[in-house]
């Protein structure tokens, strides 16, 4: 069973900044794509970013273009999400995803990383 293990969370100056990171283990089929979501309290999940695991190919949801950068290292299967100019409304669980080929959705998610950013 595919599983995700995100670190790096935690408290932070507006302004400031965090990298968290997401290992996959026990994958035994082709990774797709892995990604970045966050849920705020109050809010539904929402997607942050992802990457294409053949060719790297990025999105990121508007409001974090230009302040978040998402990258991978093939061989270690872990992603990686560079947050800086954090801001307070950043504030949420961080949820690590990974989509496998072959599937169209997200099917296996990390236990979650909080990402708090104070004024």
């Known amino acids: 069973q595919v599983q995700l293990e995100e670190s790096g969370g935690g408290l932070v100056q507006a302004g400031g900044s965090l990298r968290l990171s997401c290992t996959a283990s026990a994958v035994t089929f082709r990774i797709a794509a892995m990604g970045w979501f966050r849920q705020a309290p109050g809010k539904e999940r929402e997607f942050v970013t992802s990457i294409t695991w053949s060719f790297g190919t990025t999105m990121y949801v508007e409001s974090v273009k230009g302040r978040f950068t998402i990258s991978r290292d093939n061989a270690k299967n872990t992603v990686y999400l560079q947050m800086n100019s954090l801001k307070p409304e950043d504030t949420a669980v961080y949820y690590c995803?990974?989509?496998?080929?072959?599937?169209?959705?997200?099917?296996?998610w990390g236990q979650g990383t909080q990402v708090t950013v104070s004024s």
């Open positions: 995803g990974l989509r496998l080929y072959g599937t169209g959705e997200y099917g296996y």
